[in-house]
């Protein structure tokens, strides 16, 4: 295989293991299905919507807490065993919640939660660092295909639980204080083997995924044609003026806590959103078909999402298209409960815009990690970016179940929206420049 198309296929690699480790943002079409089945079936009677996000966010803790991890095991093993290690891991715990979810509530928080979202910290960066340096030159737009996958992941396998799970399209015929659950015996006999379904699935992709991951040879030099660079650019190194930071050195600089406290308050729109939208959407919506296909509509916003932002970043700065993605996001979020009034059509908008606008943290943060503090520990420095979820995390679950049911989905929707606001501040303070006087 030629050099060229070595470094292709380790993007598509890239794209292959993040299609499953995106499996995450599933969450939102299986939580009506495991909460049901856990209320139904006696495990756990008082589950609502609003305590089973802790679930979600267990695995965005675990994702966070791992991350760095999985940059120091990169240097010692490498990007293949890395990777295979992290992503079997999140699978292996998909595989479990047959078994937890006809246990306990707590056990598939441990199992679907914390599990799954370890494996997926420890894989998460390594394919990114891989893509970054076979193509230098083009990080945001190398993230942000990568990332794509994980952004896409929900596209294939929404649709995949529900026809699995409501092949009838079975209404959610129980109505508790607001919120509709599943009392059917057809679907909810069925949650438990969905987990050996699709831990399954995701193993088989994994692996072959990580065969086809490799860093490049030490003295690698990328032509510009294999990116379609302009011919009087040269051959492409690591450029000159990058800076590159340890871990340690990246930790005292105030860029490392403006991009930590961005991703800090972006994440609890994007936990509300990604965990709760459809939960939201049966509240007025009586077609659980209609409610999957919004999701793997939504998927393909935020994976493409990704490619956007980041080409944006490259084309102009990650300044600037953080401020639209967070400022978007806000505006959006802030007006989300008009969809209520407007019946499907708006709903499926609102919904698709705001998976494009959130997608934007998952290009643009691990650019500008790159960027700011070079590619010698990019994973690690971008793990530790990434603790943010570590707390962001249990704090919006601690609020979506204390406050939903005093403020409402709105009262909910306007606080995502501040939060985000306080991220276009952040960002606008972000100072980062290139030796040429440009914002990164």
Known sequence: MTVKWRGFSVVVAGIIVHLTLGTIYTFGNMTPYIT?????KDIDNDLTYSRSIWIFS?????QGASMFIGGFMYE???????TLIGSWISSGGVALTYFSVQKSFELVVITYGLMFGLGVGIAYAVPINCGHKWFPEHKGLVSGLVVAGFGSGAFIFDQIQTVFLNPGNKEADLKVAGDKYFTENAVLNKVPSCFLLLGGCYAALQLIGCLMLADPPHQYQLLPQNMGADEDE????NPENEASFTWREAIKETAFYQLWFIYLFNGQGIQFVSGLYKAYGQSFIKDDHFLAIVGSLAAVCNGSGRIMWGHLADKYSFRLAMMLSCGSFAALTLSFGLTSLSGKGLYL????????CFSGNFSLLPTATSKAFGQTEYPIIYGLVFTASVITSPIGAILSENLKSVIGWYGMFLMCAVFSLTSVIISFKFNVRKSNGQHI
């Open 76 to 82: 010692k093993i490498g990007p293949r065993w890395t």
């Open 234 to 237: 040269g051959v492409v190194q």
């Open 349 to 356: 908008i609102y919904v698709c815009l705001l998976f494009l």
């Open 58 to 62: 267990s695995a965005a803790m675990g």
């Open 36 to 40: 049901s089945y856990l209320r139904q």
